[in-house]
């Protein structure tokens, strides 16, 4: 099996002034890329040459894991964005939210502080236990909440190098301007 990065379903411009065309191709085109390089090489030879994404993340470390783990990550990344996005969930993830944070805007200030207190490289994830009940996790570096038996619904990624072009070293302004993008279609389909 090949791994591939998921492909945009927007165009690089779509997201500005939010994330700009720049941050798109260099975050997507050169990054993404390189971690779906590294890993088919990595993969050769090994029990996780035929495994899917998913399986690699969850019983692979190292290298491997490392470079699975950004591939995961930034798909579901990637795809939680939309020209003109926004708003609110609807539906039982809406339900699922307020039952769990209070409200929307509550759930929102929790996110994103735990985005900001992530110290150095990685991720923020809402993800949904089996009974549904979700929780906010960060991780460190290539760290998915699949590794822990959860299912990741929406991660912010908090990488300097999805924000630094347009941000600078202000990672709370990039984490409250990205929920000006969300596809909210997209991630509710996740729960």
Known sequence: MKFEKVALP???????????????????????????????????????????????????DGAIFNNAGQILNHNIYFTSFKKDGGGEPKGKLADAINEQFGSFDKFKEEFNAAGVAVFGSGWVWLAKD?????????????????????????????????????????????????WKIIDWDVVSARY
């Open 10 to 60: 927007y165009a690089t411009d779509a997201l500005e002034p939010v994330i700009s065309k720049q941050t798109v191709e260099l975050h997507y085109g050169k990054h993404h890329q390189a971690y779906v390089d590294n890993l088919n090489k990595l993969v050769v030879g090994t029990k996780f040459e035929n495994a899917d994404l998913e399986t690699v993340v969850k019983e692979s």
């Open 130 to 178: 089996q009974n549904g009940k979700l929780s906010i996790l960060k991780e460190s570096n290539a760290g998915n909440p699949v590794t822990s038996g959860l299912v990741p619904i929406l991660g912010f990624d908090v990488w300097e190098h999805s924000y630094y072009l347009d941000y600078q070293n202000r990672r709370a302004d990039h984490l409250k301007e990205i």
